[in-house]
């Protein structure tokens, strides 16, 4: 049975870190972050998995990852509900800039008389 080195050791432990911060930033809603987050996993994840796993260390890593896309779907799901809240925002916002444009024009139209 071969065991990861300590660098693999290292850098998995970095991707679940990273990935339980990508969680916690999706959930404050700090997408800027959340971003940079995802950027820097991705490359230890491409940089972790350029060598084959030993198949003795198959099952671990398999439990790992589900990990990571348990959290992955949690993020998605968060970031379609902070979607749907932006473009409910969005019609307020629009509807109440009619409105002000609507008294707008009727108090022009006052004025004017």
Known sequence: M?????????????ILELSTR?????ETRDWQALE???????RLLKLY???????SRSEALR????????????????TKKNRELLEDELIRLKQARQVVSSYQQ???????D
């Open 2 to 14: 071969t065991s990861p080195t300590r660098l693999e050791q290292q850098q998995w432990s970095t």
């Open 22 to 26: 990508m969680l916690e930033q999706a």
């Open 36 to 42: 940079g987050l995802m950027t820097a996993r991705d």
């Open 49 to 55: 998995f350029t060598a084959d796993a030993p198949a």
């Open 63 to 78: 439990e790992q990852i589900a990990m990571i896309q348990e959290n992955d779907r949690l993020i998605v799901e968060l």
């Open 106 to 112: 009727k108090l022009q139209r006052i004025q004017q």
